[in-house]
């Protein structure tokens, strides 16, 4: 199909090259799994660009280049998660926790400690022997 | 001492969660292919240029799709396992991303256990079947639809303990 439509022109090129870096960062490379496609150099991330490249060019939407990509490899290849039901500990996990934590921060903190033991008369005695 | 309690049992989850996180393979995604119909491709044949071969081709039958390239090691070490695959099932190559000179001595080498390999030089099939870890394997029903993906090489294990129960309740 989309050898059919063959790239617009050079005249686009460095708006297509602009739009193929963006889709390229937003989404993983299977191989090396902690990089982009556009930081791997990995043969397969070379080819996934090159097929984003081709798909730009025939005018698909970024939408369309993800949800082909996502297609094929699944939702991992999203760099940046989705926000579902699945992925809802993930997004929401943190803040939980960190809610979690101040609650206990603050529990702690404004415990009401009883009151230190006064000094008896004999230690005022003692430590103003001791201040002489 | 309840505190001392409640401080054990957090860290002991803790230490759970992570220690389950660790034992999953990160390498195996789950492919959103499975139980979609097997994409389509027409290739020519890795010993035959000018003849090609096509995934409908195998429709009526369960078959399996074995991702290989003479340049990927693990497809050595999983050779032997989908040679005795191929005794009962048949089994289709895919030539992923390799010079037909390197890959026809693979095969007179290291014995072809393959029905037919088909040649996909430039990798373009191989995206469209989600492969990112040559080898792979696919287990296609006679419907044409997967069944089944196995991202690196297969072990004998593997192959018993999943892919020919699997076969074998497809082909029933």
Known sequence: MLILFPGAGIAQAPDVEERVKHLAEELRCLVCQNQTLADSNAPLALD????????VQAGASDEQVVDFMVARYGEF???RPPFTATT???????????IAGAILLLRRVTKSHPEAPGLSDEDRARAAKLLE | MRRAAWIAFFFVSLVALLAAGLMLNPREVPSPLVGKPAPHFELPLLAAPDKSFSQKDMLGKVWVLNVWASWCPPCLVEHPVITELSKSVPVVGLNYKDAREDALPWLKRNGDPFQLTVYDQKGRIGIDYGVYGVPETYVIDRSGVIRYKHIGPLSAQDAQKKVRPLIDELSR
Not at chain 1, 48 to 55: A, G, M, T
Not at chain 1, 88 to 98: A, C, I, K, Q, R
């Open chain 1, 77 to 79: 290849v999203r760099y």
């Open chain 1, 48 to 55: 996934l660009r090159n097929q984003i490249r081709e798909q």
């Open chain 1, 88 to 98: 809802f500990f993930l997004w929401v996990g943190p803040f939980l926790f960190l």
